[in-house]
């Protein structure tokens, strides 16, 4: 599923009819001279990348580490269903049953998880990517990054959802190789829209460190990370935030220091998916209104014609709380420099978090200039 938005018309109707936009989270606003700066920077920046990739699709490092993804992404399925104690032939879903989600969410869960694949089927078929060194859109940042976050995979601590095992390849436009030695950043909100590590009235406190995590990613790009699939609040479709540190230092404290940020990005979910997760609790107890995936503005930012900002999913049994494996492929030129669209709101130490007094909240309403 490939969703490309209009960006360009919808921001020329937005702009014709105010000056600012305002974004979903609370003070962002969005400049009608910025906007028209950075539209013509994206196509720069575009053309310059894409002139990169052309060098790299079909050379033999990148098919055998296609083969290698694949192989990895199969032994991860197995272990993960083997670790919740979920038998070996017992049903299992594929995104590419969309269609029957909702059906399947509609009837008893011993008779769910009819699907085409088993275990005969093709690893290709399965667990392959939906991009290949494609350069992945930046998107904005956000108000809620926390610089210096606990290096660490199992970010879920004591929040209740669905769980969620989230495998990210990062590759290097300029070589097609997998960006080795990379800090990946994440973090989401709560089943119910409250983020940790932030002072934000409604939030879940600078002393809260929930659904945020730092892993360097391996010789092939690689990081995993173990949380729950992120909850929604006003104005945004459900997302899910990455951060790419690039030169940073891992400290004794088990935390970072320094680095350059190279790329920022927000993953989506395909809404059918969303939408049978959000039926059930802790996420049903959330009463704010949804925003769906083709209203939310950031999910254009983050689609173009060959990137697919909606993950791979497999759901591991015939229960949605036997959790889901997610996995994508983001590319990303190593030698950027974004620190500037990505200030942080606050700074985990020991002790505890701070506040940062100089954060920039402007700054984080809109993405560098590779967006979709």
């Known amino acids: 599923m490939v969703f490309v938005s209009s ?7 937005a702009l014709s009819l105010t000056p600012v936009l305002v974004f979903g989270h609370p003070g962002e606003q969005y400049g009608k001279r910025e906007a028209l700066e950075e539209m013509g920077n994206a196509h720069v920046v575009s053309t310059m ?3 990169a990739l052309e060098q790299c699709q079909n050379s033999d490092a990148v098919k055998a580490r296609k083969e290698r993804a694949m192989a990895r992404r199969a032994e991860t ?9 979920i038998r070996e032939n017992a049903p299992w879903l594929h995104r590419r049953d969309a269609d029957a989600l909702q059906k399947w969410a509609s009837q008893s869960h011993n008779k769910t998880g009819s699907h085409n694949f088993n275990k005969e089927t093709p690893n290709s078929d399965i667990f392959g990517s939906n991009t290949s060194c494609v350069l992945t859109p ?37 070589t097609c190789e997998p960006a080795e030695g990379l800090l990946i950043d994440t973090w989401s909100c709560n089943a119910t829209g409250a983020y940790s590590g932030v002072s934000a009235r409604g939030e879940g406190g600078l002393g809260t460190t929930y659904l945020r995590g730092v892993q360097q990613t391996d ?35 088990g935390t970072y220091t320094g680095g350059r940020v190279a790329h920022l990005s927000q993953l989506f ?34 689609a173009t014609p060959d990137y697919d900002p909606f993950p791979n999913y497999i759901m591991l049994g015939g229960n949605l709380q036997d959790g889901l494996f997610v996995w994508a492929e983001l590319g990303l030129n190593t030698s950027s420099n974004w620190d500037y669209y990505a200030p942080y709101a606050s700074t985990w130490k020991e002790g505890g978090g701070y506040d940062n007094p100089d954060f920039d909240f402007m700054r984080v309403a809109f993405p560098p200039p590779t967006h979709g």
Do not use: C, M
Request: aromatic content about 10%; proline content about 4%.
């Open 138 to 174: 930046d998107n904005a940042n956000g108000p809620y990054f926390v610089y210096q976050e606990h290096i660490r995979s199992d970010i879920v601590e004591d929040t209740v959802g669905v769980p969620l095992h989230l495998e990210i390849q990062f590759v290097d436009v300029q």
């Open 219 to 253: 010789a092939d790009g690689v990081v995993s990370f173990d949380t729950i699939f992120p909850g929604h609040y006003g104005g945004r479709a459900t997302h899910q935030h990455l951060i790419a540190h690039v030169g940073a230092e891992i400290l004794d404290n």
């Open 7 to 13: 960006i360009a018309a919808t921001l020329a109707a």
């Open 77 to 85: 399925f197995a272990q993960l269903r083997k670790e919740r104690g």
């Open 49 to 51: 990348n894409a002139r």
């Open 269 to 302: 979910f395909d809404q059918t998916l969303r939408d049978t997760v959000e039926a059930t609790a802790p996420y049903s107890t959330n009463t704010i209104p949804h925003t769906t995936n083709l209203k939310d503005w950031f999910t254009g930012y983050a």
